[in-house]
């Protein structure tokens, strides 16, 4: 089992930063990499930017460049830095790790959510 606490949302101007946090628990061993994807109301959640334990990252088109995914194994936190923010990104943030089970398969866990909000 794994428990995820994120943190960090708020509200911000257009072309501001945020920074968010999302701290891990549990089994931590057992993870096979964390990120984070948001939900905009009325939309599908979505991925945002994930980093596996060995450090590779990927990231929507539509953060490329200006969000950065990072990790801080000794804390089990992985952050998320989010500069030149847009009003398009506003939307609930969760925090995900994901382990392991067998070769392709993986369960998902999923932190409570943090709200970003991009006033215009």
């Known amino acids: 089992q794994v428990q995820l606490v994120g943190s960090g949302g708020g509200l911000v101007q257009a072309g501001g930063s945020l920074r968010l946090s999302c701290a891990a628990s549990g089994t931590i061993s057992s993870i096979y990499d964390m990120g984070w994807y948001r939900q905009a109301p009325g939309k599908q959640r979505e991925l945002v930017a994930t980093?596996?334990?060995?450090?590779?990252?990927n990231y929507a088109d539509s953060v490329k460049g200006r969000f950065t995914i990072s990790r801080d194994n000794a804390k089990n936190t992985v952050y998320l830095q989010m500069n030149s923010l847009k009003p398009e990104d506003t939307a609930v943030y969760y925090c995900?790790?994901?382990?392991?089970?067998?070769?392709?398969?993986?369960?998902?866990?999923w932190g409570q959510g943090t709200q970003v909000t991009v006033s215009s």
């Open positions: 980093i596996t334990s060995t450090g590779t990252t």
């Open positions: 995900n790790a994901r382990t392991q089970l067998s070769r392709n398969v993986y369960r998902a866990y």
